[in-house]
């Protein structure tokens, strides 16, 4: 699962489009078993996985970016700065070519951003990742949103929706 993940971000890497504007006029509707959120009209699910109590879905924006959404038991929640290092680290990891190059990581209670380039034949990108964690009675989610610096403006306002309206209810 992680591995996907590192693939899909690794392959985001090596494609140039233009971002367009996050449309959050009319957006979609993620829900299933009882855990919701909205989204750009404009994005799509790239990739949805539930086992046992676990779910991830992962939305595509119209370019670049990368949302990663988790919902598990709050039994299995691990302390948020460790869950942001341990990504960071895996991503690195795994980059058969290129660095990732880390200029500093701003820290709040339930909102980490990560600042970095990723640095692949000489050329730096400046990225972030945004990471959100947000409890529930007996569950917590948690939201990973990687972009290009360049593209913040174009999409930030898709992460707000999704922040703000993600929702589980129990059953």
Do not use: A, M
């Given at each position: 699962m992680i591995r996907i993940i590192k693939i899909l971000l690794l392959s985001i890497l090596f494609i140039s489009c233009d971002e367009q504007v996050a449309?959050?006029?009319?957006?979609?509707?993620?829900?299933?078993?009882?855990?919701?959120?909205?989204y750009p009209n404009n994005w799509t699910v790239f990739s949805e996985m539930g086992i046992g109590t676990y779910t991830q879905v992962i939305l595509h924006t119209s370019a670049d970016s990368l949302v990663i959404i988790e919902l598990h038991e709050a039994s299995e929640d691990q302390d948020f700065k460790?869950?942001?290092?341990?990504f960071s680290k895996s991503i690195q990891g795994d980059m058969s070519i290129g660095k990732i190059v880390s200029k500093g990581t701003k820290y709040?209670?339930?909102?980490?951003?990560?600042?970095?380039?990723?640095?692949?034949?000489?050329?730096?990108?400046?990225?972030?990742?945004?990471?959100?964690?947000?409890?529930?009675?007996?569950?917590?989610?948690?939201?990973?949103?990687?972009?290009?610096?360049?593209?913040e403006s174009k999409v930030i306002k898709g992460?707000?929706?999704?922040?703000l309206s993600i929702d589980y209810k129990n059953p």
């Open positions: 449309d959050i006029s009319q957006p979609k509707v993620f829900n299933k078993n009882n855990f919701s959120f909205k460790e869950y942001v290092e341990n709040s209670e339930n909102e980490i951003i990560e600042d970095f380039s990723i640095e692949v034949l000489g050329t730096k990108v400046p990225h972030k990742r945004y990471y959100f964690k947000k409890l529930f009675n007996n569950k917590v989610s948690y939201i990973l949103f990687q972009l290009p610096t360049d593209d992460y707000d929706l999704i922040k």
